[in-house]
């Protein structure tokens, strides 16, 4: 099995920037790809950025494109999530996840294992 903590949450105004880390551990040999997802209060889980196992494959969600940069180190088993220019509608807790597809997919069905995720809040 492989687990996934998240950190890097918080309080941010808008405009500001901060960096969530997702550490795993566990069987770190079985991480493909990987993805962010969040999930704001009433809504759906959405989609936030997705990395191939090698790091040269990303994808973004159209509302972050431009503002937030997923990237990972493998030697250190560890993705990150680059939040920049945010926005009171970045408010959620943020996941990250394994994905089970040998693409990057937005769908949150096709990641099978997730961290308990890190809030954060933006103010404006």
């Known amino acids: 099995q492989v687990q996934l903590v998240e950190s890097g949450g918080g309080l941010e105004q808008a405009g500001g920037s901060l960096r969530l880390s997702c550490a795993a551990s566990?069987?770190?040999?079985?991480?493909?790809?990987m993805g962010w997802f969040r999930q704001a209060p009433g809504q759906e889980r959405d989609f936030v950025g997705g990395?191939?196992?090698?790091?040269?494959?990303?994808s973004h969600a159209v509302s972050v494109k431009g503002r937030f940069t997923i990237s990972r180190d493998n030697a250190k088993n560890t993705i990150y999530l680059q939040m920049n220019n945010l926005k009171p509608e970045d408010t959620a807790v943020y996941y990250c996840?394994?994905?089970?597809?040998?693409?990057?997919?937005?769908?949150?069905?096709?990641?099978?294992?997730w961290g308990q995720g890190t809030q954060v809040t933006v103010s404006a």
């Open positions: 990395i191939s196992r090698s790091g040269t494959i990303r």
């Open positions: 566990g069987r770190t040999e079985s991480l493909n790809v």
């Open positions: 996840a394994r994905g089970t597809t040998p693409y990057i997919s937005e769908q949150f069905l096709d990641y099978d294992t």
